[in-house]
C-alpha cells in the first residue's frame, strides 16, 4: 500500500458551497413534492419519474445516478440478490408502508445525493426508527471531527447499530458504501446519458477519482475495509446511513463537508433535521 | 351459578324443515354469543365455557343437525355445509333477532360456521367469529392448490405432515368400516383416548350419553363436504372480525394451515393456547371464555383488529444482545409478553422497547444470573408483577479462551459462575415456580457446539457448556411428569457480541483487544444471525425438541462425535477456538 500522502486542500470557496447547498436544497424540495403527493397505489416507476420530471423542471441538466424508489419492505432491501433489484419497479404503495427516494441531481456540475424517508398512513416501527436517525447523524459528525480513519468511523456506525437492535443496511450498496466523495464534475460526456444507473460525467470522474486517490493511498468511497483506513479526506462526501428494523428501512442522504481541520454538515435546514426539532419541541 | 338467568332454557328452532335443540344460558339484555360444537361432540362440550361466558352474555349453543336431541337429516346430501351455515343464521335469528351475534366455533362448528361467515352479508347477522381448530374448507382448497402449484421444499413438508394430521378423514370416507369402529370400539373407548391423547380427565356427564349415535351420523358429514369443497374451492371471503385461536398442541389441525388467511379475512386478530384439540374446551374453558370475553369487548368498543396474542410469558436472561434479544422478539413477534433480565440495564430496556414496536408487553430488570440471591429475587418479581412464565430461556453467558493451564482460578470461576451457575440458578428459581403451578411450561438452556466438541483453548467454557448440557438432560428427565420441556440449544460460530466481550488468559490488555477484534472479523464472515438461532429455540419450545444444534459446524461436531469420538480428541488439540 502506498504511503499516505498529505492531504489535498479543501478545495471549494464559499461561493461553491453555497451553489452544492443550493442544489442540495433543490433535491430535498422535490423528494418533499413527491412526498406530499404519494399515495397508496402508486408505483416506485411512478415515484422515480415524477421525482425525475420535477428535477428537470426546476433546471437539473444531469443526474450523478438515476432517481431511486423503493418501497414497503424495499425500503430495508430484504431479498435483494442482484444490483438490478436496486431500480424502481412495480411495487404499489399501500396503507402503512414506508418508502425511501433517493436521487442525485447536477446543476452546472454541483452534484447533490440525497435520501429521503417517509411512510403511508401509520407505522410505529417507522417513527421509531426515524427518530433514531438523529443518533447517526450525531455520531458521524463528532467520530469525523475527530479525524479518525474512516473504516472506524464505519465500525462505529456499525456498533450503534448493533446497540439500537437494527441492521446495517448501507452495506447491501455495491461496495458496502456508507458514503462517497463529491466533486465538481467537469466531464464533457454526454449529459443524461447513464450506463447501469449512474451518468456516464459520474463515471468518467469516479474512474479518474478512484485511481488518483488510489495513488495516494485514499478512497474515494467510504466503507469498513482496508481502502478506508485513513483519515477523511478533506472535501465534500455524501454520507447515507441507512438503517433497517424487520420490513422497514430507512436513511438520510447529505453533504458533509470536511476541511482540513474540521467537518460540518453542508446544510440543517433539511426535512429529517426539522422533523427532529418538531418532535424535541413538541415534547418538550 | 346465580340469579334469575342462572338456569339453562330449552327452545327448539326449525331450520330447512329440521328441529334443533337449543340452550339458553345468561341475561337476554346482554351480548348474544352463539357456541358451535363439532365432531363428535354435542352443545356438552361447552359446559364450561358456557357457565363462565354466561355472567356478562347471553350464551346460546345447539345441538349440531343430527347429534343430540336435535333432528336427523334424511340422507348425505342434508348434511351439505350450505344447509350447515344455514342452521346457525336461523339460530342466531331466532335467539337475537335484532342485533347481530358472537359466534365461537370448535372443530366441525368451526368448518360449517365459516361457511356462515363467509356468506355474503354475514356481517348483518354476525358481529364477531371465534374460530378453533376448523378451517374453512374452501380456504383449505386454495392452501393445498397453492403448495401444489409451487411445491417448495417447505410446502411440501406442510402438506405431507397436514396429510398425516389428516388421516381420519380418510378412514372417514371408508363405507362399513368407519361406523363400525364407532359402534364396536371407539364409543367405548373415547374417555380413554381424550384422556391419554388430548390431556382431558375423565369426569361425568362427558362424553355424552349420546355418543355412538352422534359420531356414527356424523361421519356423513365429511363424506358430504369434504371431496367437493377442497376439489373446487369457492372464493369466499368475509369482512366479519375473525379471531383465530390456534392450539398448540392440536393433534389434527396444523398452525401454518392458517397461513395466508388475511387474505380471506383481512380483520383477522389472531392468538394462540397451550392446549390440544379437546383440552381447549374440557380443561381451559375458563381461559378461552376469557379470550372470547375481551374479543367481544374489544368489537364493542369498536376495535376490529388486535397485536397477536400466544397468552404466553416468556422470561429471557441476558436479554439486552445477541441471541437473547433475538429471541424476546421472535417471541414477541408471535404475541407473548416478555420479560427480559441482563446484567447490562440500559441494553435490556432497549430490547424491551424493540419487542413493544412489534405490540406486544415486555419489561427489562437489572440481575446479575451468577448472583443466586439476585436471580430468586427476580423470579420473584415476575411472579408476583406478571405472573408464573411459560417460558425461560437461560442464555445469558460469556465467552472466554485458555486452555486448561493458562486458565487463572479467578477466569475459571468467573466462567463457571455465569454459564453454568447462571442457568442453575435460573432453572432452580423459575421451575419451582412452574411445578408450583401445575400447568406446564417450558425450560431453554443455551449451551454450545463447545459442549460435544473438545478443544485445548476453549477449556473453561467448554466445561461449562458440557455441565449445561447434561444439567438439560437430568433436568428433562425430572420435569417431564410436570409437562415442563427442556431444551438445550448447541449454537456453533453466532455473529454477536460475544467476541468483543470475550475474555483471553495470558494477554495484555491490547494483545487482548487484537484478539477480540480478529476473532469479531471471524465470526462476522461467518455471518450466521441470531435471528436464526431464535427461530430454532421458537421452534424446540413448539415442538419439545429436547436438543437443537444450530449450524452446519455444530451438526457436524454432534455428528462426527458419535462416528469417531477418537478423531474430535485428535482435532482438540488444534489451537482453533
Ligand atoms: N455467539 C456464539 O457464537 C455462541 C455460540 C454458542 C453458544 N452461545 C451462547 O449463547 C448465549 C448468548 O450469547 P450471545 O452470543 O448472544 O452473546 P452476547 O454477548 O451478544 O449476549 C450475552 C448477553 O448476556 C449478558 N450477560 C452476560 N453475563 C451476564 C450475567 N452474569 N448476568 C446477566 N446477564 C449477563 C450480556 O450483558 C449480554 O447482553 C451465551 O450463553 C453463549 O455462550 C453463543
Redesign the interface.
Known amino acids: 500500500m502506498p504511503a499516505t500522502s498529505t492531504p489535498p486542500a479543501f478545495p471549494y470557496t464559499e461561493q461553491d458551497l453555497a451553489r452544492f447547498r443550493e442544489t442540495q436544497q433543490l433535491a430535498y424540495g422535490c423528494a418533499e413534492q413527491v412526498a406530499a403527493w404519494i399515495e397508496p397505489g402508486v408505483t416506485e416507476r411512478q415515484a422515480t419519474a415524477k421525482l425525475r420530471r420535477c428535477l428537470v423542471r426546476a433546471g437539473v441538466q444531469d443526474f450523478f445516478h438515476v432517481p431511486f424508489a423503493w418501497f414497503g419492505d424495499r425500503t430495508a432491501f430484504r431479498h435483494f440478490h442482484t444490483p438490478l433489484q436496486f431500480f424502481a419497479g412495480n411495487r404499489k404503495l399501500q396503507e402503512g408502508m414506508p418508502y425511501v427516494l433517493d436521487c442525485a441531481p447536477v446543476v452546472d456540475g454541483y452534484t447533490a445525493d440525497i435520501g429521503y424517508g417517509g411512510k403511508v398512513g401509520d407505522n410505529?416501527?417507522w417513527d421509531?426508527l426515524a427518530q433514531d436517525l438523529k443518533v447517526y447523524r450525531e455520531l458521524i459528525l463528532r467520530e469525523v471531527r475527530a479525524r479518525r480513519p474512516l473504516n472506524e468511523v464505519y465500525a462505529a456506525v456499525d456498533a450503534q447499530i448493533?446497540?439500537?437492535?437494527y441492521d446495517n443496511r448501507h452495506r447491501v450498496y455495491p461496495g458496502r458504501v456508507i458514503g462517497h466523495q463529491v466533486t465538481r464534475t467537469t466531464a464533457r460526456g454526454p449529459a443524461g446519458v447513464n450506463l447501469f444507473g449512474f451518468g456516464v460525467r459520474t463515471l468518467q470522474t469516479l474512474g479518474r477519482e478512484l485511481i488518483s486517490e488510489r495513488l495516494h493511498g485514499r478512497s474515494p468511497l467510504w466503507a469498513d475495509g482496508r481502502a478506508s483506513r485513513h483519515a477523511p479526506t478533506p472535501g465534500l462526501w455524501a454520507v447515507e446511513p441507512h438503517i433497517g428494523?424487520?420490513e422497514v428501512g430507512i436513511k438520510f442522504e447529505e453533504l458533509l463537508v470536511v476541511t482540513e481541520d474540521d467537518a460540518y454538515w453542508l446544510d440543517d435546514d433539511l426535512p429529517h433535521v426539522r422533523r427532529w426539532t418538531h418532535t424535541q419541541e413538541a415534547t418538550a | 351459578m346465580t340469579g334469575a338467568h342462572g338456569g339453562i332454557r330449552r327452545r327448539t328452532v326449525h331450520s330447512h324443515g329440521l328441529p334443533l335443540a337449543v340452550y339458553e344460558q345468561g341475561d337476554p339484555a346482554h351480548p348474544t354469543v352463539v357456541l358451535v360444537h363439532g365432531y363428535p361432540d354435542t352443545h356438552a362440550v361447552w359446559d364450561d365455557v358456557a357457565a363462565d361466558l354466561a355472567a356478562d352474555h347471553h350464551v346460546v349453543r345447539y345441538d349440531v343437525r343430527g347429534a343430540g336431541a336435535s333432528g336427523v337429516p334424511a340422507g348425505r346430501h342434508e348434511y351439505r355445509l350450505e344447509l350447515l351455515g344455514a342452521d346457525l343464521l336461523a339460530v342466531a335469528d331466532a335467539v337475537s333477532p335484532d342485533h347481530p351475534v358472537h359466534v365461537v366455533a370448535h372443530d366441525w362448528g368451526s368448518v360449517q360456521s365459516w361457511e356462515a361467515v363467509t356468506t355474503p352479508g354475514a356481517r348483518q347477522r354476525i358481529a364477531s367469529y371465534t374460530t378453533m381448530s376448523g378451517p374453512c374448507l374452501d380456504h383449505m382448497g386454495h392452501w393445498i392448490r397453492h403448495r401444489l402449484r409451487r411445491p417448495t421444499p417447505r410446502h411440501l413438508r406442510q402438506l405431507l405432515v397436514q396429510g398425516l394430521h389428516s388421516w381420519y378423514i380418510t378412514a372417514f370416507h371408508l363405507p362399513v368400516l368407519a361406523p363400525a369402529t364407532w359402534r364396536l370400539w371407539l364409543a367405548r373407548a373415547w374417555p380413554r383416548v381424550l384422556r391419554d391423547l388430548e390431556a382431558v380427565r375423565p369426569r361425568p356427564g362427558h362424553p355424552q350419553a349420546t355418543l355412538k349415535q352422534d359420531a356414527v351420523r356424523g361421519i356423513e358429514l365429511y363424506r358430504a363436504n369434504m371431496r367437493p369443497t377442497i376439489r373446487r374451492p369457492r372464493e369466499r371471503h368475509t369482512d366479519v372480525p375473525v379471531q383465530l385461536i390456534t392450539l398448540r398442541r392440536d393433534h389434527y389441525v396444523s398452525d401454518f394451515l392458517s397461513d395466508g388467511l388475511e387474505r380471506w379475512a383481512p380483520k383477522l386478530t389472531r392468538r394462540s393456547l397451550d392446549a390440544t384439540h379437546w383440552s381447549a374446551l374440557l380443561e381451559k374453558g375458563a381461559t378461552v371464555a376469557g379470550m372470547v370475553r375481551d374479543f367481544t369487548t374489544r368489537i364493542a368498543a369498536g376495535h376490529e383488529h388486535a397485536p397477536p396474542d400466544s397468552g404466553e410469558l416468556v422470561v429471557v436472561t441476558g436479554g439486552g444482545s445477541g441471541i437473547g434479544r433475538a429471541t424476546a422478539l421472535a417471541f414477541a413477534e408471535q404475541g407473548a409478553r416478555v420479560v427480559v433480565c441482563d446484567r447490562d440495564l440500559e441494553s435490556a430496556e432497549r430490547t424491551a422497547e424493540l419487542c413493544m414496536l412489534t405490540g406486544s408487553a415486555a419489561h427489562a430488570y437489572r440481575v446479575d444470573v451468577s448472583d443466586g440471591a439476585a436471580v430468586d429475587a427476580f423470579a420473584a418479581t415476575v411472579a408476583a408483577e406478571h405472573g408464573v412464565p411459560d417460558v425461560v430461556v437461560n442464555n445469558a453467558g460469556i465467552g472466554h479462551s485458555g486452555t486448561f493451564l493458562q486458565t487463572t482460578e479467578k477466569e475459571w470461576q468467573r466462567v463457571l459462575d455465569v454459564n453454568l451457575w447462571g442457568v442453575i440458578h435460573g432453572c432452580r428459581a423459575f421451575g419451582t415456580l412452574m411445578v408450583e403451578r401445575g400447568t406446564g411450561g417450558h425450560i431453554v438452556n443455551l449451551a454450545s457446539a463447545a459442549a460435544y466438541l473438545p478443544s485445548k483453548v476453549l477449556a473453561a467454557y467448554a466445561t461449562s457448556k458440557a455441565a449445561v448440557y447434561m444439567l438439560s438432560d437430568c433436568l428433562r428427565a425430572e420435569l417431564a411428569p410436570h409437562r415442563i420441556g427442556v431444551s438445550t440449544i448447541c449454537p456453533g460460530i453466532i455473529d454477536t457480541n460475544i467476541t468483543r466481550t470475550s475474555t483471553f488468559s495470558g494477554l495484555t490488555a491490547d494483545e487482548q483487544a487484537a484478539k477480540q477484534a480478529k476473532v469479531s472479523k471471524l465470526y462476522a464472515r461467518r455471518g450466521f444471525p441470531p435471528e436464526k438461532v431464535a427461530a430454532q429455540i421458537v421452534r424446540a419450545v413448539r415442538t419439545g425438541k429436547p436438543v437443537v444444534p444450530v449450524t452446519i459446524e455444530s451438526k457436524a461436531a454432534r455428528l462426527l462425535g458419535r462416528l469417531s469420538p477418537a478423531l474430535l480428541r485428535r482435532a482438540a488439540q488444534l489451537n482453533a477456538g
Open positions: 410505529p416501527v421509531r448493533a446497540a439500537h437492535g428494523f424487520r
